[in-house]
Antibody
Framework: EAQLVQSGAEMKKPGESLKISCQGSEYRFTSYWIAWVRQMPGKGLEWMGIIYPGDSDTRYSPSFQGQVTISVDKSISTTYLQWSSLKASDTAIYYC?????????????WGQGTLVTVSS | QSVLTQSPSASGTPGQRVTISCSGSGSNIGSTTVNWYQQLPGTAPKPLIYRDNQRRSGVPDRFSGSKSGTSASLAISGLQSEDEGDYYCAAWDDSLNGVVFGGGTKLTVL
């Protein structure tokens, strides 16, 4: 069965940079889109963007364009979500999720989530 | 403000049937399929229903999905205490060229 394993919780200060990861296993990694989803404390799910590991085609939600960078390293079946300068408002749980097929909203596997806390 | 609109809360007693609704527009629910996710407290979202009404493997048949026009619904029959959590609908939006989620419905089993 497919699995997505995310990197551990992070505690950072405003202005610092951060890169969190999501490693896929037990499936053909390059053939499925991987999305990143934000969940702020006590709030709902927000789609941030998506990447196709096969050719690195990346799409961003307008709300997150320019705020984060999504990338991939096919050689280790890992996708990344990166910030160059964190803000307190980036405090949230970030999930990666695999899209089951073509571009859409059918995510069939989810990572366990990475808690990012940004505080001075 | 979410693009897809869900009631913030729903409740029922054990054994009852509850329905959670999700309202959108022609650029999302009206033109593509809807998916539903369950998020139990402190856990990652779990896929429940895909392509409007298909249950994911392992999901009890107490859960069912439907869609009509620009609205979708998730019904849970034979409510159990372990169903308590948050439920989210999701769809692709052609105008935004991305995925939109509903704001989530918090289900309480009384």
């Amino acid at each position: 069965e497919a699995q997505l394993v995310q990197s551990g919780a992070e505690m950072k200060k405003p202005g610092e940079s951060l890169k969190i990861s999501c490693q896929g296993s037990e499936y053909r990694f390059t053939s499925y889109w991987i999305a990143w989803v934000r969940q702020m404390p006590g709030k709902g799910l927000e789609w941030m963007g998506i990447i196709y590991p096969g050719d690195s085609d990346t799409r961003y939600s307008p709300s997150f364009q320019g705020q984060v960078t999504i990338s991939v390293d096919k050689s280790i079946s890992t996708t990344y979500l990166q910030w160059s300068s964190l803000k307190a408002s980036d405090t949230a749980i970030y999930y990666c999720a695999r899209l089951s097929g073509v571009l859409g909203s059918d995510f069939d596997y989810w990572g366990q989530g990475t808690l990012v806390t940004v505080s001075s | 403000q979410s693009v897809l609109t869900q009631s913030p809360s729903a409740s029922g007693t054990p054994g009852q049937r509850v329905t959670i609704s999700c309202s959108g527009s022609g650029s999302n629910i009206g033109s593509t399929t809807v998916n539903w996710y369950q998020q139990l407290p402190g856990t990652a979202p779990k896929p429940l229903i895909y392509r409007d009404n298909q249950r994911r493997s392992g999901v009890p048949d107490r859960f069912s999905g439907s869609k009509s026009g620009t609205s979708a619904s998730l019904a849970i029959s034979g409510l159990q205490s372990e169903d308590e959590g948050d439920y989210y609908c999701a769809a692709w939006d052609d105008s935004l060229n991305g995925v939109v989620f509903g704001g989530g419905t918090k289900l309480t089993v009384l």
